[in-house]
């Protein structure tokens, strides 16, 4: 049973927006994005605390892409405007299930292909 579930990926254009969803079927504390580009490792793209009051992004998507959460619904969101090209990659949930844990659970990813 996968725990964190993905959504929203598609093929786009530069400029364009998209919102990725991502579902908790476990209770969850800290959560993440992160993605992996062809060829390249996976790299951390926001985090979000639990109560959605920290938030955290790396220098490549500040300003362009906004992490959220609904904890009644267990859904995390990513909304990601003026994408590039250079987003391409598959982005995954990864939430901790315990408060010292370290991103102890992932989802299986979803695609976001951004075309020039």
């Known amino acids: 049973q996968r725990r964190l579930v993905e959504s929203g990926g598609g093929l786009v254009q530069a400029g364009d927006s998209l919102r990725l969803s991502c579902v908790a079927s476990i209770r969850t504390f800290r959560m993440g994005w992160f993605r992996q580009a062809p060829g390249k490792e996976r790299e951390f793209v926001a985090t979000?605390?639990?109560?959605?009051?920290?938030?955290n992004y790396s220098d490549s998507v500040k300003g362009r892409f906004t992490i959220s959460r609904t904890n009644a619904k267990n859904t995390m969101y990513l909304q990601m405007n003026g994408l590039k090209p250079e987003d391409t990659a598959v982005y995954y949930c990864a939430a901790d299930s315990r408060p010292t844990s370290e991103f102890d659970y992932w989802g299986q990813g979803t695609q976001v292909t951004v075309s020039a």
């Open positions: 979000i605390s639990w109560s959605g009051d920290a938030t």
